[in-house]
Nanobody
Framework: VQLVESGGGLVQPGGSLRLSCAAS????????MSWYRQAPGKERELVAG????????KYADSMAGRFTISRDNAKNTVYLQMNSLKPEDTAVYYC?????????WGKGTLVTVSS
């Protein structure tokens, strides 16, 4: 199983970024996917999740309305569109798959929100 995140970088407050997570090594369309993040000195926290079909999503309260999770099962990829970014969104963002007795993490992509 491989999860490879991309799309992180430096963005100014109020800006946007789109993260991607390319998955391989499992039947992507059968699994729910999630994004987590870990800020310096803080515990890893759930950002958003999406079910296998892409028909149901959930968000942490602080991200609801600003972030959108989506997936393309034909491309084995899950996305995180992040708008109205704030300095407190600075973190390493991780892709996660969990289910049927397995759990895997990507290596993460760094998002820095700063002027």
């Amino acid at each position: 199983v491989q999860l490879v995140e991309s799309g992180g970088g430096l963005v100014q407050p109020g800006g946007s970024l789109r993260l991607s997570c390319a998955a391989s090594g499992f039947t992507f369309s059968m699994y729910s996917m999630s994004w987590y993040r870990q800020a310096p000195g803080k515990e890893r926290e759930l950002v958003a999740g999406i079910n296998s079909a892409g028909s149901s999503t959930k968000y942490a309260d602080s991200m609801a309305g600003r972030f959108t999770i989506s997936r393309d099962n034909a491309k084995n990829t899950v996305y995180l569109q992040m708008n109205s970014l704030k300095p407190e969104d600075t973190a390493v963002y991780y892709c996660n798959v969990r289910g049927y007795g397995m759990e895997y993490w990507g290596k993460g992509t760094l998002v820095t929100v700063s002027s």
